[in-house]
């Protein structure tokens, strides 16, 4: 089991919209002890909130395109080993 403390959705920010996926009651984000974002929100922080959200944290980012890997370097310079990054989504709910 992997225990993150901040969940980047990475899913959709170049088609012009976040792409949020559907939980069933009660297994979404909102039984999620830490912070859940999607990257559209993520990139229009400035550099220092940025920064001062994924420093010291676990963060596990959901994606494989663009947004996914740029986020997944940042956060890898700012800590190291404390990354999981999830490709595919939907098979690994399954």
Not at 13 to 35: A, W
């Amino acid at each position: 089991m992997h225990k993150a403390e901040f969940v980047v959705l990475c899913i959709g920010k170049y088609s012009g919209f976040p792409n949020i996926p559907e939980f069933p009651p009660g297994q979404g984000p909102e039984v999620f002890n830490g912070k859940v974002m999607h990257s559209m929100d993520y990139s229009n922080l400035d550099n220092e909130t940025a920064a001062e959200l994924i420093k010291s944290k676990r963060v596990t980012i959901i994606g494989s395109n663009k947004s996914a890997l740029d986020l997944a370097a940042e956060c890898a310079n700012a800590n190291g080993e404390k990354l999981f990054w999830l490709q595919n989504f939907l098979h690994s709910l399954q």
